[in-house]
């Protein structure tokens, strides 16, 4: 089964850093990666799709890059809205999905 | 709208069984899978399994293999997943979601149901 290791597991941060988190996969994963952004109490919610393609309505300062086994979401300006807890997940082997024990982002 | 309502919470005491519903909208249910997710408290999110409703396909992870059952009522374009042998672990909020479009990954998702298991 493929693992996806995220990194760090939590980071404080103000509003208006550029903020970057990774996500390593134990095998090579080509671009079949998602990342989801979590509020506490909601559902996920779809950022970026195939490792960098943005999702329909999320803004242009979430940007996702990499491919094989290493991959990062970065956040070019931190909002106030944007402070939540980050997933990612892989489709490789899809229909089996696996998520990355997540990253939560805090308020400095 | 598409739109995934889940079934309430639920209080369960060990070895027990609890089924969650899932009520689909807005979209044709056998286009799609329907997944369920486990958000232990504090926790991660963790793939249970799916089922595709046209011909009621299943796959399910191996973690919960043999526990979990996922089933799909086309008449009322309801997915269920049943989870058998509860133990305190299993307390969580359980999704289910769906890959609309074809894509390979969850793009709506229920509202969550939370299942609490306590003696």
């Known amino acids: 089964a493929i693992q996806l290791t995220q990194s760090p597991s939590s980071l404080s941060a103000s509003v208006g850093d550029r903020v970057t988190m990774t996500c390593r996969a134990s095998?090579?994963?080509?671009?079949?990666l998602v990342w989801y952004q979590q509020k506490p109490g909601k559902p996920p919610k779809v950022l970026i799709y195939s490792a960098s393609t943005l999702e329909d309505g999320v803004p242009s300062r979430f940007s996702g890059r990499g491919s094989g086994t290493d991959f990062t979401l970065t956040i070019s300006s931190l909002q106030p809205e944007d402070f939540a807890t980050y997933y990612c997940q892989q489709f490789n082997l899809y229909p089996h999905l696996t998520f990355g024990g997540g990253t939560r982002v805090e308020i400095k | 709208e598409v739109q995934l309502v889940q079934s309430g919470a639920e209080v369960k005491k060990p070895g027990a069984a609890v089924k969650i519903s899932c009520k689909a909208s807005g979209y044709t249910f056998t286009d799609f899978h329907m997944h369920w997710v486990l958000q232990a408290p504090g926790k991660g999110l963790e793939w249970m399994g799916l089922?595709?409703?046209?011909?009621?396909?299943?796959r399910y992870a191996e973690n919960f293999q043999g526990r979990v059952t996922i089933t799909a009522d086309t008449s009322t374009d309801t997915a269920y997943m049943e989870l058998s042998g509860l133990r305190s672990e299993d307390t969580a909020i359980y999704y289910c979601a769906t890959s609309l479009g074809g894509a390979q990954w969850l793009t709506t998702w229920g509202q969550g149901t939370l299942v609490t298991v306590s003696s």
């Open positions: 089922v595709h409703p046209r011909d009621g396909d299943t």
């Open positions: 095998q090579g994963i080509n671009s079949a």
